[in-house]
């Protein structure tokens, strides 16, 4: 074992987990203040429930060696999981701390759903919906893309930190919920301002932070394949920030706050697959190109089809995640990553059309499964919250709590 990159991992770990938090700003500033302690209960109930089910069988399901479609539950209960190194991981840090590390994956990656169906989802339902959820989709596709015996990895897919398993994955299924449970009550004839942009821009401060531990720590070592995606996680996110702000100003006369934060969000989204495998030059690209690709489909295209995706959890993650995996089997470099391949523009257009698979695969199972967690959820217990307490706020229905209290 070596320690510099067992105490490494460990505060990667702890970046991670800060990054949950941290979108429950980033969300809670955008809804209606009657919502803004549900929006932060779910994100903390997610990071303990998925705490715990990540130790008792998530992590099995997700990295125990075994078939193609999930691992089993050789691991369950964390047996068999030491402090050893365990090779085919990593060779140079505790099999717990790789195991802690992508908890925080497993955790966030539900929490980015929410987005989607925030100001109008049972508590009930959502805690219910978001176990099986991390159980049939997230842990079965973060076997397939990273675990041993995984038939996209071995396929050769590739995902540095969670294009595909965390972003595409939670699109989807976030278009998929915005869908069933339909829209917000008056929506038509009173679009909701974010009630608090400084939490907004609290929650993009602590995702940039946390993004850090997301990428960097994804190499598993303190190496120079850490600083590589240190650096163009930074590259990307500035890029995209800025480029976002620029067309807001072009298209509106004025760029704004909240524009900037989300083009960062998109930044941070497109790089993430593609972190540990390209360099400076393409993570500008990959940069500025989110940020036209999301405006499009969060400020053009959502309007059109008209369906009620409250805090662009799929124009952001799901679209940004796919142009960054894609992305990936254009500019991917063996000079940077000699253990990943290159891609299209360095000679290999193979790995294009591996990475243009698994989005498909990962975009198609996510879909159907989550539509059937949905409407099995829905029949049990009922998923969506009654038209009075909607009106009344989810923090006063679903908690007894407020947000704010106004003095008299």
Not at 168 to 181: F, H, P, Q
Not at 310 to 331: K, M, P, Q, Y
Request: hydrophobic share 55%; charged share 10%; proline share 4%.
């Amino acid at each position: 074992m070596n320690s510099g990159d067992t105490a490494f991992i460990l505060i990667s770990s702890a970046l991670v987990m800060l990054m949950t938090p941290g979108l429950a700003f980033f969300y809670g500033g955008m809804v209606r203040r009657k919502n803004m302690l549900s929006i932060l209960m779910q994100c903390f109930i997610v990071l303990c429930a998925l705490s715990l089910q990540w130790v008792l069988f998530g992590y099995s399901l997700s990295f125990a060696p075994g078939s193609g479609f999930w691992g089993g539950l050789r691991w369950a209960g964390l047996n068999g999981v030491g402090l050893e190194p365990y090779a085919d991981y990593s060779a140079t840090i505790p099999h717990q701390a790789f195991m802690i590390f992508q908890a925080m994956f497993a955790i966030i990656t539900p929490a980015l759903i929410i987005g989607a169906f925030a100001e109008r989802m049972k508590f009930s339902a959502f805690l219910i919906f978001t176990l099986l959820w991390a159980t049939f989709v997230y842990d079965p596709v973060c076997h397939w893309v990273w675990g041993i015996g995984g038939w996209l990895r071995n396929l050769g897919a590739l995902d540095f930190a969670g294009g595909t398993v965390v972003h595409i994955n939670a699109g989807i299924a976030a278009l998929v919920s915005a869908l069933v449970i339909g829209r917000r009550k008056n929506l038509d004839h009173h679009a909701p301002a974010p009630h608090n942009l400084p939490f907004i821009v609290l929650g993009t401060g602590l995702l940039w932070f946390g993004w850090f531990g997301f990428n960097a720590g994804s190499a598993l070592a303190a190496n120079g394949l850490a600083v590589n995606a240190f650096v163009v996680t930074n590259t990307a996110a500035a890029a995209a920030g800025l480029s976002w702000a620029l067309i807001e100003w072009f298209r509106h006369g004025k760029p704004t706050m909240f524009g900037t934060a989300s083009g960062v969000v998109a930044g941070l989204v497109a790089i993430t697959p593609a972190a540990g495998y390209v360099s400076v030059i393409p993570a500008i690209i990959i940069g500025i190109l989110v940020s036209v690709i999301c405006f499009i489909a969060v400020s053009v295209i959502k309007p059109k089809l008209g369906y009620d995706d409250s805090l662009d959890a799929f124009g952001v993650h799901c679209v940004g995640g796919i142009w960054g995996a894609l992305a990936t089997g254009l500019f991917a470099s063996k000079s940077v990553n000699p253990a990943g391949a290159d891609g299209l523009f360095f000679g290999n257009p193979q790995l294009f059309m591996i990475q243009l698979k698994a989005v498909a695969v990962v975009a198609a199972y996510s879909f159907i499964v989550t539509f059937v967690i949905y409407k099995l959820v829905d029949m049990i217990i009922g998923v969506r919250v009654s038209d009075k307490e909607e009106s009344m706020g989810l923090d006063l229905t679903q908690h007894q709590e407020r947000a704010y209290t106004v003095l008299e």
